[in-house]
C-alpha cells in the first residue's frame, strides 16, 4: 500500500518561491508543481503557525479548538493563558487513521508538547517545546539524537538579522535534519502516513524575508526533497500560512493608548525597556561570550520574561502595566482586540467604536493598516467561541501588528523582522490518482479530509473542510467514489496528556513575537 507523506513547510506561499522555481534554483519543487495538482491554502485569521496548524490537523476553525494566538487574556482574570498541547482536545487526522487501523507517525508539529501517544510516534514540535522528552514512545529520542544528533530547538536561537550568521547555519542544518529522520523512519517503519514540519523555515522568513538566508533555506529543503519525489508515495506539500515583506509596524496597544481606550502605569519592566535592557540585548552579550546554549536551557523562562523586548513590553509584564479600571480595550499580536467591560451593550458599543477608528488607521506607506476587521462571530462557529478576542482584523499584506506596550509611536518602518504572515499560504498534491493542475484556492481546514478520502477513509462529519476533489484526475479511483463520512471520535481529553511542569508553561521561544 502506498504511504502517504505530508511536508509541512511553515510560512511558505507560491509568490516567494516562484522566482526560485523559474530560476531553477529548486528543481524537485518545480517537477512537483509541474506534475501535481497545486493552489492557495487559506488559513483561518490570524494566519499564525498557532493554531493553524491544528486548524489543519483535525479539520476545524479555531472555535471549536479554543485557541486564537500565542496568548489569551483573560480579562475577567485579568491574565494571560499560554496554550499548549493539552489546549487542544479535537481528535487529529492520525487518530481518525488509528481508528482505522492505519499506522501513523507526526515529527515537529507545532503544539504538540508534551508529546501524547499515537500509533507509531509522535515526535513534538517547536517552539513550545523542551529538548526533554519530547517523543512518544520515550525510547524514541535517544534513537534520534545518537542516530541524527536530532533537536528540537537550535543551540543558538535567531533574535535578530545582525551578525547572526552561526544562527543561520544551525537553522539550516535543522531543516535537513528533520527531512532526513523523516526519510528513514519512513523507509525503517510500516508506517501508512507521516506528517513533518519545517517550522524554522518561517523564522528565516520572518528575519530575511526573501534574502540569500532563507533561500538558502528553500535550496536545502528541495535537495533533500529528492528522496520523496522520486520513491513510490503520496505526497503532499502543505503551509501553514504565507509570508510577504513588511513595510509597517502597527503597535497595537500604543494606538488604543492614543485613543482612550487603553490606560497604563509605568512599572519596572517598563523603565527597562525605557533604557534600553532588553531580552534581545541581553541575549546577544551571552551569545558574544559564547555562553548562550549554557545559561539558556538553565534560566526559567519566566525570568527573561521578566525583561521587555526591543518592541516593548509583553505577556504577564504587559498586564502589569495596565490600569484596568481605566481600560475597555487590550491588544495582543497580528490583528487581535480584547474588549474590558461586562455589561453586553457597553461590550457592543465599544467593538463597533473601535471597528470604526481601527478603520481609519494608515500605514507608513499612505495604506490602512487593516485590510478586513471582523467580530469574532464573524469568524468563528462552535463551542469555543466565547474564548476568541472581541475584533480579529485582517493585517493587510506587509503590515505586522506588535502586541507590545512601551514604544513612542503607533506606526513605523520595520527593523528586524523583514517578513510577515499573510492568509494565502500553499497546497499542493502529487502522486496517485492526482492531476496536473491549479485547483485554485482551499482552505486550511480542506487538507485533512482530502489526506482521508485519498486514502479511502471516511471524513468525520464534525470537521469544517471537505475533500478537495478537484485535484483528482476523473478517471481515477478518489474521483470516482463518493466521500464517506463518519461520526467523531470522542475528544482527546487532558487527562490522557502528560503533565506539564511550571518552566514549560512559560517557555516561548526568542523568534520576535510571542515564540
Same mark, same amino acid.
Given at each position: 500500500?502506498?504511504?502517504?507523506?505530508?511536508? #509541512?513547510?511553515?510560512?511558505?506561499?507560491?509568490?516567494?518561491?516562484?522566482?526560485?522555481?523559474?530560476?531553477?534554483?529548486?528543481?524537485?519543487?518545480?517537477?512537483?508543481?509541474?506534475?501535481?495538482?497545486?493552489?492557495?491554502?487559506?488559513?483561518?485569521?490570524?494566519?499564525?503557525?498557532?493554531?493553524?496548524?491544528?486548524?489543519?490537523?483535525? /479539520?476545524?476553525?479555531?472555535?471549536?479548538?479554543?485557541?486564537?494566538?500565542?496568548?489569551?487574556?483573560?480579562?475577567?482574570?485579568?491574565?494571560?493563558?499560554?496554550?499548549?498541547?493539552?489546549?487542544?482536545?479535537?481528535?487529529?487526522?492520525?487518530?481518525?487513521?488509528?481508528?482505522?487501523?492505519?499506522?501513523?507517525?507526526?515529527?515537529?508539529?507545532?503544539?504538540?508538547?508534551?508529546?501524547?501517544?499515537?500509533?507509531?510516534?509522535?515526535?513534538?514540535?517547536?517552539?513550545?517545546?523542551?529538548?526533554?522528552?519530547?517523543?512518544?514512545?520515550? !525510547?524514541?529520542?535517544?534513537?534520534?539524537?545518537?542516530?541524527?544528533?536530532?533537536?528540537?530547538?537550535?543551540?543558538?536561537?535567531?533574535?535578530?538579522?545582525?551578525?547572526?550568521?552561526?544562527?543561520?547555519?544551525?537553522?539550516?542544518?535543522?531543516?535537513?535534519?528533520?527531512?532526513?529522520?523523516?526519510?528513514?523512519?519512513?523507509?525503517?517503519?510500516?508506517?501508512?502516513?507521516?506528517?513533518?514540519?519545517?517550522?524554522?523555515? $518561517?523564522?528565516?522568513?520572518?528575519?530575511?524575508?526573501?534574502?540569500?538566508?532563507?533561500?538558502?533555506?528553500?535550496?536545502?529543503?528541495?535537495? !533533500?526533497?529528492?528522496?520523496?519525489?522520486?520513491?513510490?508515495?503520496?505526497?503532499?506539500?502543505?503551509?501553514?500560512?504565507?509570508?510577504?515583506?513588511?513595510?509597517?509596524?502597527?503597535?497595537?496597544?500604543?494606538?488604543?493608548?492614543?485613543? /482612550?481606550?487603553?490606560?497604563?502605569?509605568?512599572?519596572?519592566?517598563?523603565?527597562?525597556?525605557?533604557?534600553?535592557?532588553?531580552?534581545?540585548?541581553?541575549?546577544?552579550?551571552?551569545?558574544?561570550?559564547?555562553?548562550?546554549?549554557?545559561?539558556?536551557?538553565?534560566?526559567?523562562?519566566?525570568?527573561? !520574561?521578566?525583561?521587555?523586548?526591543?518592541?516593548?513590553?509583553?505577556?504577564?509584564?504587559?498586564?502589569?502595566?495596565?490600569?484596568?479600571?481605566?481600560?475597555?480595550?487590550?491588544?495582543?499580536?497580528?490583528?487581535?482586540?480584547?474588549?474590558?467591560?461586562?455589561?453586553?451593550?457597553?461590550?457592543?458599543?465599544?467593538?463597533?467604536?473601535?471597528?470604526?477608528?481601527?478603520? @481609519?488607521?494608515?500605514?507608513?506607506?499612505?495604506?490602512?493598516?487593516?485590510?478586513?476587521?471582523? $467580530?469574532?462571530?464573524?469568524?468563528?462557529?462552535?463551542?469555543?467561541?466565547?474564548?476568541?478576542?472581541?475584533?480579529?482584523?485582517?493585517?493587510?499584506? @506587509?503590515?505586522?501588528?506588535?502586541?507590545?506596550?512601551?514604544?513612542?509611536?503607533?506606526?513605523?518602518?520595520?527593523?528586524?523582522?523583514?517578513?510577515?504572515?499573510?492568509?494565502? /499560504?500553499?497546497?499542493?498534491?502529487?502522486?496517485?490518482?492526482?492531476?496536473?493542475?491549479?485547483?485554485?484556492?482551499?482552505?486550511?481546514?480542506?487538507?485533512?479530509?482530502?489526506?482521508?478520502?485519498?486514502?479511502?477513509?471516511?471524513?468525520?462529519?464534525?470537521?469544517?473542510?471537505?475533500?478537495?476533489? @478537484?485535484?483528482?484526475?476523473?478517471?481515477?479511483?478518489?474521483?470516482?467514489?463518493?466521500?464517506?463520512?463518519?461520526?467523531?471520535?470522542?475528544?482527546? /481529553?487532558?487527562?490522557?496528556?502528560?503533565?506539564?511542569?511550571?518552566?514549560?508553561?512559560?517557555?516561548?521561544?526568542?523568534? #520576535?513575537?510571542?515564540?
Amino acid at each position: 500500500m502506498t504511504q502517504t507523506v505530508v511536508i #509541512g513547510l511553515d510560512g511558505a506561499n507560491w509568490p516567494l518561491i516562484e522566482p526560485w522555481i523559474d530560476e531553477g534554483h529548486l528543481p524537485n519543487l518545480a517537477r512537483l508543481r509541474e506534475e501535481g495538482a497545486h493552489g492557495v491554502s487559506r488559513s483561518r485569521l490570524p494566519p499564525v503557525t498557532c493554531p493553524n496548524w491544528k486548524c489543519y490537523a483535525s /479539520g476545524k476553525n479555531p472555535g471549536k479548538l479554543g485557541v486564537y494566538w500565542w496568548e489569551r487574556i483573560d480579562t475577567d482574570d485579568r491574565s494571560i493563558e499560554l496554550p499548549n498541547s493539552r489546549s487542544f482536545t479535537s481528535p487529529e487526522i492520525w487518530d481518525y487513521l488509528n481508528d482505522a487501523d492505519r499506522s501513523a507517525g507526526v515529527i515537529n508539529l507545532p503544539m504538540s508538547y508534551p508529546p501524547r501517544e499515537i500509533d507509531e510516534f509522535m515526535i513534538a514540535g517547536g517552539p513550545r517545546s523542551r529538548e526533554v522528552d519530547y517523543t512518544d514512545p520515550p !525510547e524514541l529520542q535517544a534513537d534520534l539524537e545518537d542516530r541524527f544528533d536530532y533537536r528540537v530547538h537550535p543551540e543558538n536561537v535567531l533574535t535578530s538579522n545582525k551578525d547572526a550568521d552561526a544562527a543561520v547555519e544551525m537553522a539550516h542544518q535543522l531543516l535537513r535534519t528533520r527531512l532526513r529522520t523523516a526519510r528513514d523512519l519512513l523507509g525503517e517503519r510500516d508506517i501508512d502516513f507521516l506528517h513533518v514540519t519545517l517550522f524554522h523555515l $518561517n523564522v528565516l522568513q520572518h528575519y530575511f524575508w526573501d534574502g540569500p538566508e532563507t533561500r538558502r533555506a528553500w535550496e536545502i529543503i528541495d535537495e !533533500e526533497l529528492e528522496p520523496f519525489v522520486k520513491g513510490d508515495y503520496d505526497l503532499v506539500i502543505m503551509s501553514d500560512h504565507g509570508c510577504t515583506e513588511i513595510d509597517t509596524v502597527f503597535y497595537i496597544n500604543r494606538w488604543l493608548e492614543e485613543e /482612550g481606550y487603553l490606560s497604563t502605569e509605568t512599572t519596572l519592566a517598563s523603565r527597562f525597556h525605557d533604557v534600553g535592557i532588553t531580552q534581545e540585548r541581553i541575549a546577544g552579550i551571552v551569545r558574544s561570550v559564547g555562553l548562550e546554549k549554557y545559561i539558556r536551557p538553565v534560566v526559567p523562562r519566566q525570568i527573561i !520574561e521578566r525583561f521587555p523586548t526591543d518592541e516593548g513590553v509583553v505577556r504577564e509584564e504587559k498586564l502589569d502595566m495596565v490600569d484596568w479600571e481605566k481600560t475597555t480595550a487590550i491588544g495582543s499580536g497580528q490583528g487581535l482586540i480584547y474588549v474590558v467591560a461586562d455589561d453586553e451593550s457597553e461590550r457592543a458599543a465599544i467593538r463597533e467604536s473601535l471597528r470604526s477608528d481601527l478603520a @481609519g488607521v494608515i500605514g507608513t506607506n499612505g495604506e490602512p493598516v487593516a485590510r478586513e476587521i471582523h $467580530n469574532r462571530e464573524d469568524l468563528y462557529d462552535g463551542d469555543q467561541v466565547e474564548k476568541a478576542p472581541d475584533i480579529v482584523f485582517d493585517q493587510r499584506p @506587509g503590515v505586522h501588528t506588535s502586541e507590545a506596550i512601551g514604544p513612542d509611536e503607533v506606526v513605523s518602518t520595520p527593523d528586524d523582522w523583514r517578513g510577515e504572515n499573510v492568509p494565502e /499560504g500553499l497546497v499542493l498534491f502529487h502522486g496517485d490518482g492526482i492531476q496536473p493542475t491549479d485547483i485554485g484556492e482551499i482552505r486550511i481546514t480542506d487538507i485533512a479530509p482530502t489526506v482521508l478520502h485519498w486514502m479511502d477513509e471516511p471524513v468525520p462529519d464534525d470537521v469544517d473542510g471537505e475533500p478537495a476533489t @478537484g485535484a483528482f484526475a476523473p478517471d481515477s479511483d478518489p474521483a470516482q467514489r463518493a466521500v464517506k463520512w463518519r461520526s467523531p471520535l470522542p475528544d482527546q /481529553g487532558a487527562d490522557q496528556r502528560a503533565d506539564l511542569d511550571e518552566d514549560v508553561q512559560d517557555r516561548l521561544e526568542d523568534i #520576535g513575537y510571542l515564540e
